[in-house]
């Protein structure tokens, strides 16, 4: 069973709107991290946000913010006031600690800021 | 310094060549990562190094061999390989979670593009 799930395989979206990006997860560990990762076309893995499962607030870094739904299993990242340099694949990922370190990805969206 | 650098950038080898890729992080991150990622695909696991030692092998052929000298390098031998390895080797490194601190984020190297022949 997929751990992370990403529904939105590609979107379009025009210049200065708010773009919400879905993410769901399943795990049974109880102590869990998301992060949300940015890859431009050079291939770099950008870091955008972290999520604990313990955190009581949404986590916000500049514009990109959390929203995190912990009953639902929901932790879509959400990007107000696009720019036309935010068009890149965005991978939701997770990490439990009970298990192995490493991340385990969503299959991404592919995101297209149109002017 | 908050950079993992990646060499070389690019790699084209045929099969019976014998090559490495090397990763270095100067963070003081205890954990170290190689991923291989195909295109249009998701990065995948391949080795976890912890402390410098091997922690997680997820079933990656002997075909490629890791190695960590030390808390700041990461090497990935390659030997024998085939053009189905053809893909992007991502390399990355984070604060070991027994730390207790941080987020226990990935920070990613700028990746090899490796093609074999």
């Known amino acids: 069973a997929q751990k992370i799930t990403q529904t939105q395989p590609g979107m379009f979206v025009q210049e200065k709107e708010a773009v919400t990006l879905d993410c769901t997860y399943d795990?049974?560990?109880?102590?869990?991290?998301l992060f949300w990762y940015k890859q431009p076309s050079s291939g770099e893995m950008i870091f955008l946000i972290y999520?604990?499962?313990?955190?009581?607030q949404n986590a916000t870094e500049g514009r990109y913010s959390l929203n995190f739904q912990k009953a639902r299993k929901s932790a879509n990242l959400v990007i107000s006031a696009s720019q036309l340099g935010d068009s890149a694949m965005y991978f939701c990922?997770?990490?439990?600690?009970?298990?192995?370190?490493?991340?385990?990805f969503g299959k991404g969206t592919h995101l297209i800021i149109q002017p | 310094d908050t950079e993992v650098t990646q060499t070389p950038k690019h790699l084209v080898m045929g099969m019976t060549n014998k090559k490495s890729l090397k990763c270095e992080q100067h963070?003081?991150?205890?954990?170290m990562y190689w991923y291989k990622q195909k295109a249009k695909k998701p990065p995948e696991l391949m080795f976890v190094?912890?402390?410098?030692?091997?922690?997680i092998n997820e079933s990656v052929p002997s075909r490629f061999s890791p190695e960590c000298p030390n808390s700041s390098l990461l090497n990935l031998h390659l030997h024998a390989l085939q053009p189905e390895d053809s893909a992007l080797y991502l390399c990355?490194?984070?604060?070991?979670?027994?730390?207790?601190?941080?987020?226990?984020?990935?920070?990613f190297g700028p990746g090899t593009r490796l093609t074999v022949l």
């Open positions: 963070m003081g991150h205890r954990a």
């Open positions: 795990t049974s560990d109880p102590s869990y991290g």
């Open positions: 990355a490194s984070s604060q070991d979670l027994r730390a207790g601190t941080g987020a226990g984020e990935q920070f």
């Open positions: 999520q604990g499962s313990y955190d009581q």
């Open positions: 990922a997770m990490r439990e600690r009970g298990g192995a370190d490493g991340l385990t």
């Open positions: 190094y912890s402390y410098e030692k091997l922690s």
